[in-house]
């Protein structure tokens, strides 16, 4: 069974520069994740999707963030325009059908993004 | 205060020892509490998830929640050198929302 895929695997930008990443999850996985990790810190939650809706984007940056899911397979994460606090690595997970109880999500590489 | 917090480390462990890790958290309506193993330049992996107080145990690796205490645990047996990783703990809320701390760093020495 494929894992889930991310592209690319690394992003160098100036800042001001937009940036897209790509995500495709596990086959059959209704719930996507879009999550933030910086060097030394745990990932954080930007964006969940339960099939094609974004049920918890609080902790997105709208004001330069964007996300969609079109069809509720693929994702893309946009950044426009990038700032030099935006370089991380950028991590998208997905996981099966929730039955009230946690479901083991599972990662992909992730996309690490530097903005000079 | 942070959700999740850790111990950032590193903790360094003689090989064939037991690793100790320790997490404690914020929110008392937490609903789920998981384990997962972070290689340098890698993605996290599961290890363990527990709901119940008390102990769970899978192969080397134990995990134990005390939900009065709010802590969670995880204990790594009979260490190896590829058990040298950092290991984010994280709590799940009803909605499925995760929430991770920082992550322990553990290094398992020859």
């Known amino acids: 069974e494929a894992g889930v895929v991310q592209s690319p695997r690394y992003k160098i930008i100036e800042k001001k520069q937009p940036v897209a990443f790509w995500c495709n999850p596990i086959?059959?996985?209704?719930?996507l994740y879009w999550y933030l990790q910086n060097l030394g810190q745990g990932p954080e939650l930007l964006i969940r999707?339960?099939?094609?809706?974004?049920?918890?984007d609080s902790q997105l940056p709208k004001d330069r963030f964007s996300a969609e899911r079109l069809k509720g397979v693929d994702s893309t994460l946009k950044i426009q325009p990038a700032e030099l606090g935006d370089s991380a690595v950028y991590l998208c997970?997905?996981?099966?059908?929730?039955?009230?109880?946690?479901?083991?999500?599972?990662f992909g590489p992730g996309t690490r993004l530097t903005v000079l | 205060q942070k959700e999740v917090e850790q111990n950032s480390g590193p903790l360094s462990v003689p090989e064939g020892a037991i690793a100790s890790l320790n997490c404690t958290y914020s929110?008392?309506?937490?609903?789920?509490f998981f384990w997962y193993r972070q290689y340098s330049g890698k993605s996290p992996e599961l290890i363990m998830f527990?709901?119940?107080?008390g102990d769970k145990e899978d192969g080397r690796f134990t995990a134990q929640l005390n939900k009065a205490s709010q802590y969670v645990s995880l204990l790594i047996r009979d260490s190896q050198p590829s058990d040298s990783a950092t290991y984010l703990c994280?709590?799940?809320?009803?909605?499925?929302?995760?929430?991770f701390g920082a992550g322990t760093q553990v290094v398992v020495t020859p």
């Open positions: 997970a997905s996981s099966g059908r929730t039955s009230g109880k946690y479901n083991e999500q599972f």
């Open positions: 086959s059959g996985h209704n719930t």
């Open positions: 999707y339960e099939n094609e809706e974004a049920v918890d």
């Open positions: 929110d008392r309506g937490s609903q789920s």
């Open positions: 527990i709901y119940s107080n």
């Open positions: 994280g709590r799940g809320d009803s909605w499925g929302k995760l929430q």
